[in-house]
C-alpha cells in the first residue's frame, strides 16, 4: 500500500526556520516525483512545487519560488519543505502528495499544520 | 500563474445531479488533457476522484463522472448522496512544467 506519512504540526515565531517533512513506503519512492501542497485557512488548494527524488530536480511555482525550498533524501525515502525565515502569513496546512504518470496527484499525505505567530 | 475558476458553491438534493465547472486558459486545461478532481471532506486530505480529464481511480463511484471542451472542465456527480457533501478542487499541468488549482468548490446535498 502506498503511503505518505508527514511530519507532525509546529508551532513556531515569526523569522524562525522549520522544515517538515513527508515519507514515502509501499513503492519505489525515486520513480514518483513529490509535490507540495499548501492550504490556508478556510481557503482552496495551491500547488507549490514538486521534486525528482531520483536527481533531486525541482521546479516551483512563481508564487513560491525563492520563499520555500524542497528537498529530498532518498536513502530514507523522505521529502523536505523548508522556510528559512518564516513569517505570519505561511500559517497553513501542508501536504504532500505523489505525482503519477498521468500528471495527477494520486496519493497524499496527511496534513502538517503550520502555525506562525509572536 | 492565475488559478482556475470554479463556483465557490452548488448544490443539490439526493439523487440528483450537479456540475462543477473548471475554467482556465489554453495554456493548461485547454492546452492538455491532464485535468482531474479532487475531493476534500472537512479536516480531511484530498481525495482523487478523476484523472486525465475523464479517468476514475479504482474504488471511486461511477456517479462521478469528468469532461472538457475547450478551456472548461467539469465533474459531473449523479445519484447525489448525503456522503458527497464535501469541498471539489479541480487541478491542471500547465505549459510552464507546473500544476494549477481551482479555487475549490464548497457541495451541499440539501
Known amino acids: 500500500e502506498v503511503q505518505l506519512v508527514q511530519s507532525g504540526a509546529e508551532v513556531k515565531k515569526p523569522g524562525e526556520s522549520l522544515r517538515i517533512s513527508c515519507k514515502g513506503s509501499g513503492y519505489s519512492f525515486t520513480s514518483y516525483w513529490i509535490t507540495w501542497v499548501r492550504q490556508m485557512p478556510g481557503k482552496g488548494l495551491e500547488w507549490m512545487g514538486r521534486i525528482d527524488p531520483s536527481d533531486s530536480y525541482t521546479n516551483y511555482s512563481p508564487s513560491f519560488q525563492g520563499h520555500v525550498t524542497i528537498s529530498a533524501d532518498k536513502s530514507i525515502n523522505t521529502a523536505y519543505l523548508q522556510w528559512s525565515s518564516l513569517k505570519a502569513s505561511d500559517t497553513a496546512m501542508f501536504y504532500c502528495?505523489?505525482?503519477?504518470?498521468?500528471?495527477?496527484?494520486?496519493?497524499w499525505g496527511q496534513g502538517t499544520l503550520v502555525s506562525v505567530s509572536s | 500563474q492565475s488559478a482556475l475558476t470554479q463556483p465557490a458553491s452548488v448544490s443539490g438534493s439526493p439523487g440528483q445531479s450537479i456540475t462543477i465547472s473548471c475554467t482556465g486558459t489554453?495554456?493548461?486545461?485547454?492546452?492538455?488533457?491532464?485535468v482531474s478532481w479532487y475531493q476534500q471532506h472537512p479536516g480531511k486530505a484530498p481525495k482523487l476522484m478523476i484523472y486525465d480529464v475523464s479517468n476514475r481511480p479504482s474504488g471511486v463511484s461511477n456517479r462521478f463522472s469528468g469532461s472538457k471542451s475547450g478551456n472548461t472542465a467539469s465533474l459531473t456527480i449523479s445519484g447525489l448522496q448525503a456522503e458527497d457533501e464535501a469541498d471539489y478542487h479541480c487541478?491542471?499541468?500547465?505549459?510552464?512544467?507546473?500544476?494549477?488549482f481551482g479555487g475549490g468548490t464548497k457541495l451541499t446535498v440539501l
Open positions: 487541478s491542471s499541468y500547465t505549459s510552464s512544467s507546473t500544476w494549477v
Open positions: 502528495a505523489r505525482l503519477s504518470s498521468g500528471w495527477y496527484m494520486g496519493n
Open positions: 489554453s495554456s493548461d486545461v485547454g492546452g492538455y488533457n491532464y
